[in-house]
């Protein structure tokens, strides 16, 4: 029977087991993804150190009464530098009209104040109680891991024969698993890629690269935002 190398590319990642609130987006792809609460910072800010509470609170006031006195809440996601300047807001979820939603964005951006400095960007959730005194809470961020666009990819796929020789070597490659760790752009694009543990070298190791280099990522996000990042894939060699 002749050798040939197959990359069975192993992508049963662990489902998120968190169980998305009512009217919270859920990502597509959502359902292949590691989530978790961002970790850092280790203590939350209080929401007066995010914006002027108290300026921001009787605006929202103003905005909730002439918007008819919506019933609901809205949640933001917001972006830091290490120096403490917010670089990025969005909604996230929202029970009270998209544009009450969009409305009380542009109170958050015009109230907002420079955060403590950090040794690392960081970002939180901001939610606001719409009402006649709105209430404001911080929580933390989910993280969701970047995985495999389609858990199918390379589940069959045949690479050039393997057992080539090199100086004169036969068999370089012990069959098993091969672990690449793969740097992502935000769009889910593959910028880097290097093997992490696995016996591979020579020509077979480029062409494992080559390959793994080839497929599509669902990008990592941060509050549905996608990001850059990177993941780990294990490929099991055999023949």
């Given at each position: 029977?002749?050798?040939?190398?197959?990359?069975?590319?192993l992508l049963?990642?662990?489902?998120?087991?968190?169980?998305?609130?009512?009217?919270?987006?859920?990502?597509?792809?959502?359902?292949?993804?590691?989530?978790?609460?961002?970790?850092?910072p280790?203590?939350?800010?209080?929401?007066?150190?995010l914006?002027?509470?108290?300026?921001?609170?009787?605006?929202?006031?103003?905005?909730?009464?002439?918007?008819?006195?919506?019933?609901?809440?809205?949640?933001?996601?917001?972006?830091?530098?290490?120096?403490?300047?917010?670089?990025?807001?969005?909604?996230?979820?929202?029970?009270?009209?998209?544009t009450?939603?969009?409305?009380?964005?542009?109170?958050?951006?015009?109230h907002?104040?420079?955060?403590?400095?950090?040794?690392?960007?960081?970002?939180?959730?901001?939610?606001v109680?719409?009402?006649?005194?709105?209430?404001?809470?911080?929580?933390?961020?989910?993280?969701?891991?970047?995985?495999?666009?389609?858990?199918?990819?390379?589940?069959?796929?045949?690479?050039?024969?393997?057992?080539?020789?090199?100086?004169?070597?036969?068999?370089?490659?012990?069959?098993?698993?091969?672990?690449?760790?793969?740097?992502?752009?935000?769009?889910?694009?593959?910028?880097?890629?290097?093997?992490?543990?696995?016996?591979?070298?020579?020509?077979?190791?480029?062409?494992?690269?080559?390959?793994?280099?080839?497929?599509?990522?669902?990008?990592?996000?941060?509050?549905?935002?996608?990001?850059?990042?990177?993941?780990?894939?294990?490929?099991?060699?055999?023949?």
């Amino acid at each position: 029977m002749r050798n040939h190398a197959y990359a069975l590319v192993l992508l049963a990642l662990a489902a998120c087991s968190a169980t998305p609130r009512a009217g919270t987006p859920v990502p597509a792809g959502r359902d292949a993804r590691a989530c978790r609460a961002e970790r850092f910072p280790a203590e939350l800010p209080a929401a007066g150190e995010l914006v002027d509470a108290d300026a921001f609170r009787a605006d929202a006031a103003r905005l909730w009464r002439t918007a008819g006195s919506p019933v609901g809440h809205v949640v933001f996601t917001l972006q830091y530098e290490p120096d403490g300047v917010n670089v990025r807001r969005a909604v996230i979820e929202h029970t009270v009209p998209a544009t009450v939603a969009d409305s009380l964005q542009k109170l958050v951006f015009a109230h907002r104040l420079q955060a403590a400095g950090a040794r690392d960007g960081w970002g939180v959730r901001l939610r606001v109680e719409m009402g006649a005194e709105p209430s404001l809470a911080v929580a933390r961020r989910e993280l969701c891991t970047a995985v495999p666009a389609d858990r199918r990819a390379g589940l069959a796929s045949i690479l050039p024969d393997v057992r080539d020789t090199e100086a004169g070597v036969p068999g370089l490659i012990t069959p098993g698993l091969v672990w690449v760790r793969v740097q992502l752009d935000e769009r889910g694009l593959v910028t880097d890629a290097r093997v992490e543990r696995g016996v591979t070298r020579g020509a077979w190791q480029g062409r494992l690269l080559s390959y793994v280099r080839t497929l599509a990522f669902l990008p990592a996000l941060e509050d549905g935002v996608p990001v850059a990042g990177e993941a780990t894939i294990p490929v099991r060699l055999g023949g």
